[in-house]
């Protein structure tokens, strides 16, 4: 029989996954946010306090910032110029899925570089947060918001050149799920990026490992995920942590391949040549897992 807080965690946790960072929310679970501009003056200070707490820092055309005291500093902005070397400067033509868009601060500079971007996430209120700014930065005919969790990506018919999907997967129960429907989205580009166990040591591990010869799964550098019963940084989201060799791994098991390691935990992808057998088998559970025609 389950605990009362075991089975409270599960009954919050099942009610919706959250597709980005959703402990940051709400009360006393929230770490890494900013609750908005001190004595206020202008319409755009008191707007910015009334979407309050934030968890991105967007810098908007008026000069102001939503979340200038963030505890990570100058949050995703730093994260951004990190990653987007690895990208194309010119994504005109390009159609975009910012999966766990938040309040919308990759969404845009994606946009700024000519894609036409669909950013998701199921918190109602990051997404009214990034409605507001999308209107303040004229990208109403670039962008398009919606509510809508990453199982529910897998139903929709749509397929983009560029998908992010960053800063998500150990907040799922299903990550390697959650990361499929990713990949089966992707046709060009999937940048992928989470939390991990820093592990210096990674196994170059074998096609086949004999039954008898499974004590090998212990050794160091093996590919580990990490899970996390209660909590892990006051964050009853963080549900798994993998190390660098396994987040590699799962990315090759979706029929990709990394291309280019622009920061610490994060990965830009690609469909990998020769990967058609694995592909078909993974959508073929995809399919019996989400009902989805893909």
């Known amino acids: 029989m389950l605990g009362e807080h075991t089975a409270a965690r599960q009954a919050r946790s099942l009610e919706g996954e959250l597709d980005a960072l959703l402990a940051t929310r709400t009360g006393k679970d929230v770490t890494l946010q900013s609750n908005g501009i001190e004595s206020p003056r202008s319409s755009v ?28 500093g100058d949050f995703p902005a730093f994260k951004w110029r990190e990653l987007e070397p ?5 994504l005109t033509g390009w159609r975009a899925l910012d999966i766990g868009c938040n ?21 109602e209120h990051y997404l009214r947060q990034a409605q507001w700014a999308r209107e303040l930065y004229g990208l109403e005919n670039r962008v398009r918001i919606a509510r809508m969790d990453i199982y529910a990506l897998a139903r929709i018919p749509e397929t983009f050149d560029l998908v992010f999907f960053l800063g998500l997967l150990y ?6 799920l959650g990361l499929d429907i990713a990949a089966a989205k992707t046709n060009r580009l999937l940048a992928v990026q989470s939390l991990s166990i ?3 040591h990674v196994l170059d591990t074998p096609a086949d490992l004999p039954f008898e010869r499974r004590d090998a799964l212990l050794e160091p550098g093996w590919p580990k995920l990490a899970f996390v019963e ?3 940084a006051n964050d009853a989201t963080n549900w798994w942590v993998p190390d660098a060799g396994c987040l590699e791994a799962m ?3 979706t029929g990709m391949e990394v291309v280019a390691r622009p920061a610490d935990e994060t990965y830009v992808c690609r469909p990998a040549p020769g990967a058609a057998d694995r592909v078909a088998s993974v959508r073929a559970e995809l399919r019996a897992a989400t009902a989805a025609e893909l």
């Open 86 to 90: 690895a990208l194309p400067s010119d």
């Open 103 to 123: 309040a919308g601060a990759y969404t845009f500079e994606l946009a700024r570089r000519g894609a036409h971007v669909l950013g998701v996430d199921h918190d």
């Open 198 to 200: 820093h592990n210096m």
């Open 251 to 253: 990315v090759r098991s």
């Open 230 to 232: 209660h909590r892990l």
């Open 45 to 72: 200070e008191h707007r910015i306090n009334a979407l309050a707490p934030w968890f991105h820092n967007l810098h908007l055309p008026s000069g102001h910032q939503t979340a200038p005291d963030h505890p990570l």
């Open 171 to 176: 907040h799922l129960r299903h990550p390697l």
